[in-house]
């Protein structure tokens, strides 16, 4: 990994200390000078001139071939979305559901992976049943298993949660739904681009990520897959020129095959060709690579902050357990003071309730603060970022 050319490329770390991957990473350059030359395109070009329309077609084509690539999935079974909470409701919204159905939903999912879910119940009237996760907010096959009951349809976990930094058994996760006969829905949104990503080896049916974390692409991108054989049966909430055909003399309706079928309208070119870009990147630097430094980086973080006196660290123990994120409160500090603090002094981390209040009570608290890495963060980095840390109480 060329770490001097990869901070160039995101020339923010020259000033700043930027630890919020989490809540969005910092895109590198080669991403935004993609989405900057689209636009300027669209309006020096002709956004509509034929053959460039054709050209901008073809490419989100190739970048849902990369996408799918990326998590050896087929391109049929990958529909972009805008971010991470609209593939989860897409797909909630999709399944044929009965009165009476069981949703298994782990008590680490922050709002996006619990309302779309909750809706169903006063809509549909499924039922949500919660899966608790360990003391140190890991999720176990036996809680899950334990939980299935005949009526269960389908189970939904974050592969990394964001109040934690737990690393899911996600596998063993979707093993136990296969073993049941009960779908599976992998929230990839804070994994993706920092793990090694397989729904084959998952073996999971539905998995939703967004694009501006760990795969450091812009704002509005995010994708779901749907594994194919499921799409027949799943019906889109929202319909329009993209997904839908009509014949007007008949009134037959019908929807594309693939899982196109959940894009409704034009697409949202920009973000997907810089979420193409950022699959680009993530490439040439490899996600082997990317999962090492990450790894390294996560203990090294663990290690300086748990030295510092009267601060504590939630989520795993054992480094090898989190990935990326850190959650932490320093005794008689408001995790916000810090926030303000650490910015005043070019280090960006964040403070909050995480949206995950489950986990925030099992600790007792509520609100915490948070630092997140990524592969262009460095030990220096992490070191200095303790100091300015030690330096608030
Ligand atoms: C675990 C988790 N799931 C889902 C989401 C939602 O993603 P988005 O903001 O792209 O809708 C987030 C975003 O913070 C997240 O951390």
């Known amino acids: 990994m060329n770490l001097q050319q990869i901070r160039s490329d995101t020339p923010l770390t020259a000033s700043t200390i930027y630890l919020d991957t989490a809540a969005a990473s910092l895109p590198p350059d080669p991403v935004l000078e993609v989405v900057r030359q689209y636009l300027l395109d669209t309006g020096h070009k002709g956004i509509y001139q034929p053959g460039f329309r054709r050209e901008t077609y073809a490419r989100v084509e190739s970048v849902r071939a990369q996408l799918a690539e990326l998590i050896e999935a087929g391109p049929d079974e990958i529909a972009f979305t805008k971010n991470g909470s609209e593939a989860i409701s897409l797909i909630a919204q999709a399944i044929p559901w009965q009165p009476g159905d069981e949703v298994l939903v782990a008590d680490t999912?922050?709002?996006s992976n619990l309302l779309p879910?909750?809706?169903?119940?006063q809509q549909r009237q499924i039922r949500v049943k919660m899966v608790p996760s360990d003391a140190q907010g890991r999720l176990h096959a036996e809680a899950f298993a334990a939980a299935i009951?005949?009526?269960?349809r389908l189970l939904t976990f974050s592969h990394l949660p964001n109040s934690t930094g737990a690393v899911q058994p996600a596998a063993d996760l979707c093993a136990v739904a296969?073993?049941?006969?009960?779908?599976?829905?992998?929230?990839?949104?804070?994994?993706l681009g920092l793990l090694p990503t397989s729904v084959r080896q998952l073996d999971c049916d539905f998995l939703c990520a967004c694009g501006r974390k760990g795969l450091r692409a812009t704002e509005g991108s995010g994708f779901l897959f749907a594994r194919a054989q499921h799409l027949p049966r799943l019906e889109p909430a929202l319909v329009g020129w993209w997904n839908g055909v009509y014949d007007r003399a008949t009134g037959a309706l019908s929807l594309q095959p693939s899982a196109r079928r959940f894009?409704?309208?034009?697409?949202?070119v920009p973000a997907i060709l810089g979420l193409g870009a950022?699959?680009?990147?993530?490439?040439?630097?490899?996600i082997a690579a990317v999962h090492a430094r990450l790894q390294a980086l996560t203990a090294h973080a663990v290690a300086r902050l748990s030295a510092l006196p009267g601060l504590?660290?939630?989520?795993?123990l054992q480094p090898g357990q989190r990935l990326g994120i850190v959650p932490f409160n320093i005794q008689g500090i408001a995790p916000e003071h810090l926030v303000e603090r650490l910015a005043a002094q070019g280090c960006v981390i964040e403070a909050g309730a995480f949206m995950a209040d489950a986990i925030l009570a099992r600790h007792g608290v509520d609100t915490m603060a948070r630092l997140s890495l990524h592969y262009f963060n460095t030990d220096d980095e992490i070191d200095r970022c303790a100091s300015l840390l030690d330096a608030c109480r």
Do not use: F
């Open 109 to 111: 999912e922050m709002l």
């Open 117 to 121: 879910w909750k809706r169903l119940e």
């Open 149 to 152: 009951g005949p009526r269960t």
């Open 178 to 191: 296969r073993r049941h006969g009960v779908l599976s829905l992998v929230n990839a949104s804070q994994s």
């Open 263 to 268: 894009e409704a309208g034009c697409p949202n």
């Open 278 to 286: 950022a699959l680009d990147y993530l490439q040439a630097i490899g």
């Open 312 to 316: 504590t660290i939630y989520g795993p």
